[in-house]
């Protein structure tokens, strides 16, 4: 591919893991790189579980971009969604800008899509509603309302069976956020909050852990899930293998079980942790290469993580799937590690293709695997090496300090996880989204004298 | 009045600086204690100007009330609105719990209201959408977003005059939290972001502070009202004294000058920081005692801070004016320092109750009033001592990490005041608020190419 005199112009949308290393890798190359992303901050979102149960504040998983790249002089920042992609014209459409601009495109001469996933309902959008996702910072900021307000709910709560409703969190889905999601609930209610209530026991609650595989953390060697597993039951939470989540309603869900019956669990705080698919851009961009996305809704790139037919428009990250060479799949997991490799080895082809050079095909070096389930309990499989317990949770304290994003946010985070660990607290308590329950799901008592318990 | 055989029942309605008071001081009474707030946290006011600016998070200046009394036995806190009160039958009404029961009452034998103030829009309601206010967290995180959404827009705006338009931002009152936030503003866009932007010079920013009366802050001596306008105009503040707001609009104020003119200044964010009202809990106990309000509307409570003809029923703080035995209102100022005086001087009164004693009538011990503008810039006026400059600016960061509740809250803000102090940078700086522009306000212009400034 010819590329015109002028600066090369990189548009790279998405502001994730992966996007950031094609900006950051791009830094000494004679390119004009324009980011977009429609928030104005990478959000670290393996940590966005501990912002869900207030351990975390939001500020210290997210970082502006353009604090980020405020030193980088070769790129701009642009606050706004991309809404589309003409591949002919080789620009990018985005919707609404920060001035109230109806809309805008942005030309290209090499594209770099990182448009990362977001979790699937399997069909079932309406459970949204019910059961809020952690995969963005609006996600984890009400699930920690709902969690809190459960809480709430159940001090007040004189009936036994609702109060044990409001008792009930149920976690949907075993992957890594699920399990780190489940043991956070479980230590919040068993720890943190034991003595700030005076009418309830915390310690009463249930944390049903959803998985349909036959083991939690099927992405880890069974020896591990065992002691995963084993590990969740001394926290607290009851892990459900072989459960089937078949509803989702404001006070309850059905589960199928291992042997075919359908059972109603009254709950009232469901956490979606299950099946992800990729993000909406992965359709918009394969409709606009003529191509269709798989059924995990991710695009198709070559070897060199391109489009087919298109060298010039990369897609990588949880939102595409690889095909090799020889036509083969890759088996690559939709992790963080994942999107920031192949946003290294893509900033690498486009620095060769500026000196006239061909890249040789993407290669995955797997470093292991880190899952944490509460204090001083993880899990780990480095390379074939199996690790559980305090060995395996310092290790995930250090890797996740060392890739969050800037000094004082590392300093902070540091500081908030030290103060967890001595006092059993956790800061970042604050109920700030208002429960959204409509009026007819509510009950309707008598107005009730409140007695001191 | 006769106390009954059981602990006496003790509500305290506000968990603000006030009502927290009250609660402590308590902690030793053989009461049991009903602390009603609708917020789960305690939120340090003063300080939510730097919430709106991105120097600090949100939880760091927000303390859960149940951790605040984890280990004061004889408290609850409920989670509720108080909605009214019954005067006759002794008892609150609460709004919606925690588990979506329409409403409860709260039964007391002796009731503490200290509800706080708001912002009042001298009757123009309609304002608030445009000039958002800073009581609130909701306020302030709502402000931040706007903030840095307008910085935003000046980056992608082409046209000259619009692209002003964002850069333009107006503080409305010069009272120290509209001081501190115009100080705050100034130094976000001339030193925090000067080098995050590409196309745009955040320099250019104008940052309009106005004030009806002739001095800012006309709580302390006019020397010191003369330092900090000079150190605001340093910072690149424009304090415009005796300038009236006569209207605003969503991209647009109009002032009327010391002539009498009136003028449109172009400008897309407007703060509110002007003019407090009593909340709405005054009218609501006044009515429920067959009094009115003032027309600041605060509920007028005796030498003893109760309310004519109720012994049993205390208000404090902001939402009250006191009327001493002479029959004269004490100028008491809006300020914490005054709420937590008549917070710990109700326990007492209380305390002395229950001893079966009186006590002698409240009096405000003045210790000095603080305000910060900027960097190394602040003034004080301790006991007619006057303080400005670096002196006052250490006194003002002493006493500010001092109330904070919680040792943690006070090292995370210390350490983020030290970053920002060494970085000139704002470590929060999120946009969580969507921007809520109606869609007949927006410009309606043709999708145009967007290139590399």
Request: hydrophobic share 35%; net charge neutral.
């Given at each position: 591919m010819a590329l015109q005199q002028h600066r090369a112009r990189v548009v790279v949308v998405g502001g994730g893991f992966g996007g950031l290393q094609v900006v950051r890798k791009l830094r000494r190359a004679a390119v004009e790189i324009t980011l977009i992303d429609r928030q104005n901050f990478h959000l670290f979102?393996?940590?966005?579980y501990q912002v869900a149960t207030g351990a975390l504040s939001a500020a210290e998983i997210a970082s502006p971009l353009r604090v980020i790249f405020k030193r980088q002089r070769n790129v701009r920042v642009l606050l706004a969604?991309?809404?589309?992609?003409?591949l002919e014209r080789r620009h990018v459409l985005v919707g609404?800008?920060?001035?109230?601009?109806d809309a805008a495109t942005v030309d290209y001469d090499l594209l770099v899509v990182a448009g990362g996933s977001r979790y699937s309902y399997f069909g079932h959008d309406d459970w949204q509603r019910f059961a809020p996702e952690l995969k963005s910072l609006d996600g984890a900021l009400e699930i920690r309302s709902r969690i809190l307000s459960a809480f709430e709910a159940a001090e007040v709560e004189q009936d036994v069976e609702r109060r044990q409703a409001w008792l009930t969190f149920v976690v949907v889905g075993a992957g890594p956020t699920g399990v780190e999601m489940a043991g956070q609930i479980a230590e919040l209610a068993r720890d943190t909050l034991r003595r700030d209530f005076r009418a309830v026991d915390t310690r009463a609650s249930r944390v049903l852990l959803l998985e349909t595989a036959d083991r939690v953390l099927t992405a880890f060697p069974p020896s591990l899930s065992k002691k995963a597993a084993n590990a969740l039951e001394r926290l607290g939470v009851t892990p459900l293998v072989g459960h089937t989540l078949v509803d989702v309603a404001y006070d309850s869900v059905v589960v199928q079980t291992p042997i075919g019956a359908q059972q109603r669990i009254p709950a009232r705080t469901v956490v979606w942790a299950a099946g992800v698919t990729g993000s909406a851009l992965a359709a918009k961009l394969a409709a606009a290469a003529g191509a269709d996305v798989d059924n995990a809704g991710r695009v198709t790139v070559g070897p060199q993580l391109a489009l087919a037919g298109h060298p010039e428009v990369f897609a990588i990250g949880d939102m595409v799937r690889v095909r090799d060479s020889g036509g083969e799949i890759l088996p690559l997991p939709g992790l963080a590690p994942v999107a920031m490799q192949e946003g290294r080895y893509v900033a690498r082809v486009i620095r060769a293709r500026l000196r006239g050079k061909d890249s040789p095909p993407f290669r995955y070096v797997d470093k292991g695997n880190l899952a944490t389930i509460g204090r001083s309990k993880a899990v780990a499989d480095v390379k074939g090496v199996h690790l559980s317990g305090f060995l395996a949770w310092i290790t995930w304290l250090v890797v996740h300090l060392f890739y969050l994003i800037g000094f004082q946010n590392r300093l902070l985070v540091l500081l908030r996880w030290t103060f967890s660990y001595v006092t059993?607290?956790?800061?970042?308590?604050?109920?700030t989204v208002p429960p959204d329950i409509a009026d007819e799901e509510r009950t309707h008592d008598e107005p009730r004298k409140l007695t001191c318990a």
């Open positions: 979102q393996p940590l966005a969604e991309a809404t589309g992609f003409d609404r800008l920060p001035n109230d601009e059993r607290g956790r800061g970042a308590r604050l109920i």
